[in-house]
């Protein structure tokens, strides 16, 4: 299936997202599945390794962005869709969790499907108002929406405790396994891996699956993608609610990982958003898995350099416009030169 | 609330011009914005931290040298033009002579990342202090029960005098007209000899001067900070939205129409809501004349 996805979506082999056209696609996916497997065997075993707490909160978000800037990327680099108003779709799961939990004593778990459930609705309604728009405007008005979201939440203290901050409770005790704040993290470390593949897995069949071919075609040119009588519009509506749902699907782990919501702008503004489009930008798009290393890269900066100060964003900005500028393919391009 | 409070002329009055003084900052914020996309077709992300030079300097220049006021906005101008024209030939020019078709949504990437970098070097040169200026001009006018300060009057006349002085050089100067040339078709303008490479530069240099100056303006109402550029964004973003995209006198009008409305709903609702109706304008705006307000359907700014 993989060589005939490639072939189909670059007749010309020039296309961008053809993931390695050179290489025969056997061969390939073997190679694939070894690096995937090492990747998740070092998932697995590295943070009990080290075994701390520190240790492990980094590994949680590393993690965590790079899920998120993967559903990022199904969106921007698979069908050239840009979510400016990302976190507003993530707080709409984390609040959605949170609120059910308090006031209907729904169990976090449930939360997860609730955050994906009501994300998606939101998500659905959202690509109905703004996917008719194309470009920039979509950009706007996603942007806006986003926003929207997160003025609403925070003028609405009597329901959210707007900036004062919503205190969520964890994920209940489950399988003997301990979940309590006070507990281990590697707990949610491994939830949070155990969701993520799944996740992976199902984005990853998606962009094999025929959606991901229309969603190409419709990325590299939308108007030879009407006259084959692709409905352009449902396509992308679809992708959308995809990538809503599973984004509020992190944002209910969000909540009862993190315990305190606060619509602050850097929570669930545009300084969140920032955050996960420079994981999927530099990541490089149309890959989904780089941006686990964008993550790991990135996060490892901040971390490494947390007596920096404000410098570390100073050379977050300076990557993402050195990307933007020199290496518009992220850091998937020097993937090859590995090889 | 007391709606009644709204009949009394006294304070419709004081209403409408703090509206209008605010509308004439977002007016200011949004021709910019308008104009760097009319001709370049960029948004750019960055326009919040312009606005923060602007402010940066006005304090510099005022509370530091001990300058009159109007030295500080002229200040703004000039120091803001060279940063935007640094901006557009250091960055956005590489990324347009690189990047292909997709340059567009690449460029608003790419203002974003600029954002985060001017924002926090803001932030390690003057920390996260607040520099304010009392009050540029004293004394206040009262209506009725209200009062609104000359300050405030003062800051409306040099919004005017900023956006009259923009109409005079783009009507009747050579670079001025080449600018509205280019707006209408730049690949003709290019054909008839005009160095569309320098005028982008140029009109991006000018977009940047105009954030700049709102600044400087609304200093003692937005004290210098690395975040002051956050809400201005956001404002000039929906008054660019709400006049149409790359219309530039829609902007002025769509400015003053959401400053007016703003001060009305802080005074009915109570302050944050301002901004969620904003948002919602926004969107009902987009959905229904994606044009904008002001523009016959159909027809191009």
Known sequence: MGESVSARAAPDGTAPIARNPDAPGVRLRKRAIVKIGLLVLLAIFLPPFFDDRYLTTIFIS?????????????????????????????AIGAYSSALCQL???????????????????????????????????????????????RLTISNLPQYTRGTLGLTVAPFENILGLDFSRGANPLNYYYLLVVLGAAIMLFMNWLVRSKAGLVWRALKEDETAARTLRLRATRWKLLNFTIASSLTGVMGSFYAHYLGVLSPLPSEFGVGRTVEVLTVAYVGGRGTLWGSFFAAAL?????????????????????????????VPKGLARFKRLLQ | MDWSMLADPDILMVLTLQGLVRGAMYALMGIGLSLIFGILGVVNFAHGELFMLGSYVMYLVVSILGMPFYFGIAAAAIVVFGCGVLIERGLIEQLRRRAGRDWISDSFVLTIGLAVVLQNLAHLIFSSRQYGVAELVEGSVPFGDMEISVERLAILGFACLAVLLLWTFMKFTRIGKAIRAAAQNAEAAETLGIDVRNLFTVTFGLGAALAGVAGALLISIYPASPTV?????????????????????GAIAAGLLLGVLEAFTIFVASDGWQNVLTAYLVILVLLLRPAGLFVMQGKRA
Do not use: C, H
């Open chain 1, 62 to 90: 590393v993690v965590f962005f790079g899920i998120l800037g993967a559903i990022y990327d199904l969106m921007v680099g698979y069908a050239g869709l840009n979510n400016f108003g990302f976190a507003g779709v993530l």
């Open chain 1, 103 to 149: 006031n209907f004593g729904t169990s976090a778990w449930s939360g997860l499907l609730i955050g994906g459930g009501v994300a998606g609705a939101i998500g659905l309604l959202t690509g109905l108002i703004t996917l008719r728009l194309r470009g920039l405007y979509l950009g706007l008005m996603t942007f806006f929406v986003g926003e929207t979201i």
């Open chain 1, 298 to 326: 990135l996060i490892g900066i901040q971390e490494y350099f947390r007596g920096l100060g404000a410098w570390r964003l100073v050379l977050f900005g300076v990557l993402l416009i050195l990307v933007m500028i020199f």
């Open chain 2, 229 to 249: 550029g956050a809400e201005p964004l956001l404002k000039s973003f929906a008054v660019v939205v709400l006049g149409g995209l790359g219309n530039v006198s």
